[in-house]
């Protein structure tokens, strides 16, 4: 993991100027997957890996990024930047948005360093859209509107590496309050913060297979809702999106329905119940409710909106067989990365122990497991707070 507290002494050496330093945060879905797209309901929380920027500004309008995680440099010029199917994609789009909105911004030197799993569906794109945003917005004295900063991160995210997400992600990076959940109405933006269950550990394990693919795949099953959502409207007035059908309206007209069309958009509304009562249940702390709805998000995923994979459901699996386990899902877009657990806090070390040896066992890899701690929101770190929190990380 990063030692974030060299990160200051790298950038000088290298620049040869003092940076500020900035960082955002991965996230962890608890539930609501695949329902941001589809103006529904999503409960995300930070965790405690950040993608890290240490910048300054430059007299010119270029981007001096280094990556630390692929130790390389690219320039890109914020006069023209355009996609170049290149990692700088995403530090470009997240400069080039604000940049187009009004925001004019001053070239800079970057020296990044991401703690978040990359293509491990724990939101390694948000954080790094989000910190790099964060970072030049302020080197160029602006201060902006968090759910500003999430909607040109998310337009960034469309623009640049062409991935047609949600808003959750970049969301929760920039809105995330440390010890506590988010429900996000993906139409209206209003959000609450939920309480995350008490003597119950949030616990992540990565199946170890990267997402790769994955983009495509989401980009279809974008479009597959978008096909439902046309052939209900003619039948059902005012819709809109997914959000506004229920199961009940959407079992009636399965008919009018491609089949496949049919089980992703059931998917969609039967998760966005599933996230309302979630946030219900957690405010009467009726965790083991809660898990049940996890598990049967899992199962819609898989078999409906068939997202899942071998590897994910292994996982979920050898979870379920686990003592003090009360729920396990897939979380994030799906085709790879992680799980997400509840597992009551006295049998958490064993948890982790059984599923590492089961899974290594079954699949001929380790996988790495988190136990989350959720985590503040995308912010500017002075120098003493950065050694603390990079302490935190070794
Ligand atoms: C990815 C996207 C999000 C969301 C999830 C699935 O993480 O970036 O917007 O759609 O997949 O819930």
């Known amino acids: 993991m990063a030692l974030t507290p060299g990160l200051q002494e790298r950038f000088e050496e290298r620049f040869g100027a003092t940076p500020r330093i900035f960082r955002a945060p991965g996230r962890v879905n608890l539930i609501g997957e695949h329902t941001d797209y589809n103006d529904g309901f999503v409960m995300p929380v930070a965790i405690q890996f950040s993608c890290w920027v240490a910048a300054s500004a430059r007299p010119d309008r270029k981007l001096v990024i280094h990556s630390e995680n692929l130790n390389e440099t690219a320039t890109v010029n914020l006069a023209d930047a355009r996609p170049s199917r290149n990692w700088s994609d995403y530090v470009a789009g997240a400069a080039a948005i604000p940049d187009r909105s009004g925001y004019r911004l001053q070239g800079a030197n970057l020296l990044i360093h991401s703690e978040v799993p990359m293509g491990a569906g724990l939101s390694s794109s948000a954080a790094i859209e989000v910190s790099v945003a964060l970072a030049m917005l302020s080197t160029s004295g602006y201060e902006v509107d968090r759910t500003q900063l999430a909607r040109w991160c998310q337009q960034a995210e469309h623009e640049f ?92 007209n399965r008919k009018l329905l491609d089949p496949k069309v049919y089980r992703r958009c059931l998917h969609v509304v039967t998760e966005n119940e599933r996230v309302q009562r979630g946030a219900e249940m957690l405010n009467r702390n009726d965790v083991a409710g809660f ?28 979870a379920r067989d686990q003592k003090g386990v009360l729920g396990a899902r897939m979380t994030g877009g799906g085709f790879g990365g992680c799980t997400v657990n509840l597992v009551g806090s006295e049998c958490a070390h064993e948890f982790e122990d059984n599923v590492r040896e089961n899974y290594r066992q079954a699949m001929g890899v380790v996988p790495e497991i988190y136990v989350c701690r959720a985590s503040q929101g995308a912010e500017e770190v002075k120098l003493e707070s950065a050694i603390e929190a990079g302490s935190r990380f070794r």
């Open 161 to 252: 590496p062409g991935m047609m997400c949600g808003i959750m992600d970049q969301f929760i990076s920039c809105r995330a309050e440390a010890g506590r959940g988010l429900k996000l109405d993906c139409r209206t933006l209003a959000y609450e913060y939920v309480l995350l269950p008490q003597d119950v550990e949030i616990v992540i394990c990565n199946t170890m297979v990267k997402h790769k693919l994955a983009s495509g795949e989401y980009n279809t099953r974008r479009q597959q809702c978008e096909t439902g959502v046309r052939v209900l409207a003619e039948v059902i007035p005012g819709l809109k999106a997914l959000r506004d059908v229920s199961p009940a309206q959407l079992r009636e």
């Open 291 to 318: 898990g049940k709805l996890m598990d049967e998000s899992h199962e819609s995923l898989r078999r409906d909106f068939e997202v899942s994979c071998a590897e994910l459901d292994k996982m979920i699996e050898i």
